[in-house]
């Protein structure tokens, strides 16, 4: 299956927040502890060390460190008991690391410029907001959350289903509990940086696990440009995928209504701004699609919203494509 040039890939600046990991776990550990007033504290000047030590490590290992301890240790040989979507520590921990440095942070500032206390207390609520986001983060590895919405997506048990952007299976599995007898057809391009290897091995290894093998027919391509012919689905879903997109939002919509049947259905699921995604993007949450954005969008690729809600931090509209 051929596909056009993938986009950028949206998780690419992860190498900065490297580079920004590294050198504050230096600056914990080199320069903060040779300030005066933390030098005189015995507790102080242990604690910076031990922070910064902590960020240093911690960073090395989820920039790079982290495959070649899993080779070294077997871990990555050892097939998981369970489900596996491959969210790397980098992303169940990264922020709670920005958390650590943004607290340390603001200690030093109190330390030094005690009249700053407006910079240092905002600092502190930073990183409290970075551990709530954290904790969102964290919470997509939960197996409970391997759910989607009560909505009116099927026409029948024997429905053919794509599910757009399957990565390493959540969505085909949870599909999987309410399709009984019907197939699902999982794409992808399985280049996701921030799922390891992709995600095409770890699905192999959840459809076993949830003994879908041979009811999921697995796929490589774009969403942008699917080989599949005019009407050929039932109905469709992706969870978390159509928000990456970049500008090539409404061509992924238009392509998944080309495929559907008249009268067929498109549950998607998105991350749009608010309080939650707040937690885990800060500014970045208000460069998200919003709502209106996304209905304006389906409509352009010829939907109509027939439903929409929340569930699992994120927004999901159901769109039918009217029958002809």
Partial sequence: MTARHAPRNPHSHMWLMGVVGVAAGLAFMIFVPRLTVVSKSL???AGFHIVGGVVLLSTLYVSGLRNPVRRLTGAAAKPAR?????????????????????????????????????????????????????AVMRSFRRTDHVVLPMVDLLSSDHDLVLDAGCGAGRTSIALARILKSGRVVGL????????????????????KLAGLTGRVQVETGDLT??????SHFDAAVSTHVYDHLGSQKLQALREAHRVLKPGGRFLMAVWV?????????????LFLTTKAQWRSLAEQAGFRVRDEGMFNHAWFVLLEKPAA
């Fill in 82 to 134: 369970t489900y596996d979507f491959g969210w790397g520590p980098g992303w169940m921990n990264g922020l709670a690391i920005a958390a650590l440095i943004a607290l340390a942070a603001a200690i030093v500032l109190q330390l030094t410029h005690p009249g700053a206390w407006p910079l240092a207390f905002a600092l502190v609520g930073a990183s409290g907001l970075l551990l709530a986001g954290n």
């Fill in 188 to 207: 992808d391009r399985f280049d996701a940086g921030y799922i390891d290897d992709g995600g095409r091995a770890l699905l192999d290894h959840n459809l």
């Fill in 273 to 285: 701004p608010g309080l939650t995604m707040f937690a885990v993007a800060n500014i970045l949450s």
């Fill in 43 to 45: 507790l102080l000047f």
């Fill in 225 to 230: 440009a699917m080989v599949f012919a005019d």
